[in-house]
């Protein structure tokens, strides 16, 4: 059997198969692909980069249209990309990887946090060309019309032209209509931080617990080179992000300390 | 109440409170500081940046000694250390935050799946010095020996020149005894990928069921200047790690892209 002519595109998120938000990627992407979706079966969010190793993981074919095959699986987001990796692309990598839409944003540092960016990370280490999108609406029900605009702009683009390999694409969209967004801006991760206030409360038996809640600190609210800024400025945030953490700038200092043990 | 005249050291990890990798990191630390251990109940391998966002925390203060409090908290590494910042460091940021001893390895791109590396990060987020220390000895009782010198080394280190802010030290050391170990090798994150073999099976009620397994996979075995390669040659590595994970190199390219939606 050959290649199909059509693209073949893998779609996970971390909202789980049963979010509005993956459902606006395969309307988005339907026309342009034979779509292969691999979402967690429950919702993921806040489990980053996590792998399932302590536990077995279920794979279940829940649809198969023409150009849409879709499976659920009882892991995370990155648990999804391996096990279809692993299991349906055996011979084919698929062309492209998109993840989302998520419902709610992931700038800035939450890229670290973020499920939706981490199967994005991972497919690039898979050497996929990869996507994460996400919406500044953590709502149940979003309008994701504008949102479908990019991400077949954006989609399309990287069919066409490619992602560097050992990078990818961590893309958020303002919660505007399509006429009110500028446009699609470059950037780089803003600065800053997640503050948490925990909610200490006692629950009946009298033993206090916690509820994480935060607040995102933007410590360079003035940088215009940042998807911050650009976001605020109802621009679509495009950050290219590379798997190689290293902090090069550190180096030199790093070998000036006195390592005899 | 002024500052006590010893550094205050956070200590968490993966492997919870029970391995034996923080003990040794108690055992290295215990004379260098007054050591508050804010550590997972249960164990995290594999929980990279995850936060618990879907249910409630717990955390019980387990032992108080001189220089030593000691606390268990039911979530990720990340939620330890977001926990003990907001808890108990409200007003007196600690020196410093070390994480681990990580029973195995954290070279290369395992930085993006690790727990230990995690909690580093956290810490560098929230402005603290921060290092995670891994052993490559994956068994439930390696021997620390040589880990606990490197560990002081390295920490007290840290303590006199700082880090420099916005990156934390990933540090990695071969399983060899003290005398073998050549040295401290400052390095860049090594090229390289999992790649998984999921072991399916079937279950007693005949459903299919994966067991996550993987094989690493060095992309660049040659490279001198990686982690792989020092611990190779037996040496400790060293990875100075950033949370800017922006891809500078990549943004020109990106804004030669047709943009218009």
């Known amino acids: 059997m050959g290649k199909p002519k059509k693209p073949v595109i893998l779609i996970t ?11 606006a990627l395969i309307e988005a992407l339907q026309p342009y692909g034979h779509l292969i979706v691999v979402a967690p079966s429950h919702p993921q969010s806040g489990m980053s980069h996590a792998i399932t190793v302590n536990m077995p993981l279920r ?43 998520n419902h709610g944003a992931n700038s800035s ?16 280490l898979y ?7 996400s919406l500044l609406d953590f709502s149940k029900n ?4 504008a949102s479908i605009q990019y991400v077949r702009k954006i989609a399309i683009n990287a069919l066409e ?14 919660k505007l209509p399509l006429n009110e967004i500028v446009g ?3 950037c780089r991760q803003n600065k800053g931080v997640w503050r948490e206030e925990f909610d200490k409360r006692v629950d009946p038996a009298n033993r206090e617990y916690y509820w994480l809640t935060g607040e995102f600190y933007n410590l360079e609210p003035h940088s215009e080179d940042t998807d911050e800024w650009a976001l605020h400025h109802k621009y679509v945030s495009i950050v290219p992000v590379q798997i190689d ?14 390592w005899k043990v």
């Open 127 to 133: 050497e996929i060309p990869s996507i994460g999108f």
């Open 13 to 23: 998120n971390d909202d789980s198969y049963r979010a509005k938000g993956i459902q």
């Open 59 to 101: 794979m279940e074919k829940i649809e198969q249209k023409e150009n849409l095959d879709y499976y659920i699986v009882s892991g995370t987001p990155v648990d999804c990309v391996k096990l279809a990796n692993n299991q349906l692309f055996r011979d084919n990598k698929p062309d492209l990887l998109v993840s989302g839409i």
């Open 142 to 145: 979003p309008d994701f019309t």
């Open 161 to 174: 032209n490619g992602i560097t390999p050992g990078t990818c694409l961590n893309v958020n969209i303002p």
């Open 109 to 124: 540092s939450s890229v670290v946090y973020s499920g939706t960016m981490a199967a994005a990370i991972e497919g690039c």
């Open 184 to 186: 699609v801006r470059i």
């Open 245 to 258: 953490m290293t902090a090069y700038d550190s180096i030199d200092r790093l070998n000036k300390w006195d």
